[in-house]
């Protein structure tokens, strides 16, 4: 799978432009998860929502229109139906319909066919669903809410109700799964027949219940077992008719999540709502993570934005070949050399990525390989600060 079958057309004329809207709010808290979210109330949902409209008074993209909308979290899908309605119309109103794409994530336990209809009528095109497991022990394992029978029920409403494109997301590499779980894990989602499946390798994030258990010693990280896992992935996702377009993300032709490829080709994002985070005029920034501070900062007429980065061109092409590797089309050296300016042909890290074995060369476009994926990661760390 050296080469992509089907490749997400590219926009010509102006960057695109994404929004993406963080909703902070969980039922509970999943034992793996380190997003910002906090449990729902009616009040925080309501000052929610005022913020919202609040900040997007304070974004000015001029006659420019958004291209893509990601609504993520935290579980955006929590939010009642009505609500989803005026936060959507706050948008909208002020930024117009997303031309091309507009994702919500949902988790099983929240999906409720009157919300679905509200996010359809809309103009919601993608529903992002989390289903992480279709094993119940490991459901459990990793703290989730909902039972194997609520993602049956909650995928079958969502294509019910009909959306251009369904994802699901599967975690892999569980503590005590073992690989044949996994490939049935993949397999069972497949059966499902999603537009797109997003498999994420477990990760131990600070706070969060896993990684006290991780230190106490109960679980353990197994590098070895993560890479076959992974492997396994593409096997299972090839049978299925799946081709990978990211290290961990797989979609049916026409499928790929456009607002997400995007954002990996360095374009503009508008991050709104308490830890969104944008690349937007100039700069790359992220909203206070703190709900009070959010809105507080609102009420003073700020976004209040921190971690400020000035964008510079060094940094957009660091991460436009960072995240570009990373994508299976991979990068476009020429047209890189024409945005930044920068001589990129004859880069002998290149060279050298392609003599070990991690990358290939197609005239002037540069992708990994089988056996790069397998460590983009560190093959993104040799890339920083090359370019700054
Ligand atoms: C931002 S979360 C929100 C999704 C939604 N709230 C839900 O739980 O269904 C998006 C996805 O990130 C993945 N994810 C979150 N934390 C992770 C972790 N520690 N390791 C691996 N994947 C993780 C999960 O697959 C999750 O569905
Ligand atoms: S995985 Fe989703 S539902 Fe679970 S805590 Fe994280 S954001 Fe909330």
């Known amino acids: 799978m050296s080469k ?17 809207l963080h909703v902070p709010f969980c039922s509970t808290s999943c034992d793996f998860c380190g997003f ?7 009040k925080g949902i309501l000052s929610y929502i005022d913020g919202v409209k609040r900040e997007l008074e304070l974004v000015d993209v001029g006659s420019r229109k958004i291209d893509t909308m990601f609504w993520g979290g935290g579980t955006p899908g929590l939010l009642p139906a009505a609500d989803m309605l005026k936060v959507g119309s706050s948008i909208t109103d002020a930024l117009g319909m997303p031309t091309q794409e507009w994702t919500v994530e949902m988790a099983p336990s929240s999906v409720k066919r009157d919300k679905l209809e509200a996010l359809k009528e809309a103009g919601v095109t993608r529903i992002s669903m989390g289903i992480q497991s279709l094993n119940e022990r490991l459901l459990e394992a990793l703290g989730r809410q909902h039972s194997l ?7 079958n409403l969502i294509r019910e109700v009909g959306f251009r494109s369904v994802n699901v997301d599967l975690i892999f590499a569980i503590p005590t799964q073992t690989e044949e779980e996994w490939r049935a894990d993949v397999r069972g989602a497949l ?4 537009d797109h499946l997003s498999t994420y390798c477990l990760t131990f994030e600070e706070d969060t219940a896993l990684f006290i258990k991780l230190q106490q010693g109960k679980v353990s990280i197994d590098p070895d077992r993560e890479a076959r896992f992974y492997t396994a992935m593409w096997e299972e996702a090839e049978n299925g008719g799946f ?35 944008s690349q937007w005029a100039g700069s790359r920034h992220t909203n206070t993570p703190d709900l009070k501070d959010w809105l507080a900062g609102l009420e003073r007429g700020e976004r209040g ?14 991460d436009s070949l960072i995240f570009g590797l990373r994508m299976n089309e991979g990068v476009d050296l020429a047209a890189l050399e024409r945005r930044f300016g920068r001589t990129l042909r004859q880069v002998a890290f290149f060279d050298q990525l392609v003599e070990e074995g991690k990358a290939l060369r197609e005239g002037d476009v540069l992708r990994l390989t089988p056996e790069g994926r397998m460590v983009a990661d560190a093959v993104g760390e040799a890339l920083l600060g090359r370019f700054g």
């Not at 057309?9 to 102006?14: F, I, K, T």
């Not at 059966?191 to 999603?194: E, F, M, R, S, V």
Request: aromatic share 10%; glycine share 8%; net charge positive.
């Open 191 to 194: 059966a499902l027949q999603p």
């Open 4 to 20: 992509s079958k089907h490749k997400v057309p590219q926009r010509h004329g102006e960057t695109p432009l994404g929004l993406y």
């Open 36 to 42: 910002y979210q906090i449990q729902s109330d009616r």
């Open 305 to 318: 934005l921190v971690d400020r980065t000035e964008l510079s061109d060094g940094l957009l092409l660091e």
């Open 149 to 155: 029978k609520q993602i049956h029920k909650a995928y």
């Open 243 to 277: 081709q990978q377009y990211e290290i961990s993300n797989y979609a049916r032709p026409g499928h790929q999540c456009l607002h997400n490829v995007y954002t990996w080709r360095m374009a503009e994002w508008i991050g709104v709502g308490p830890s969104g985070s």
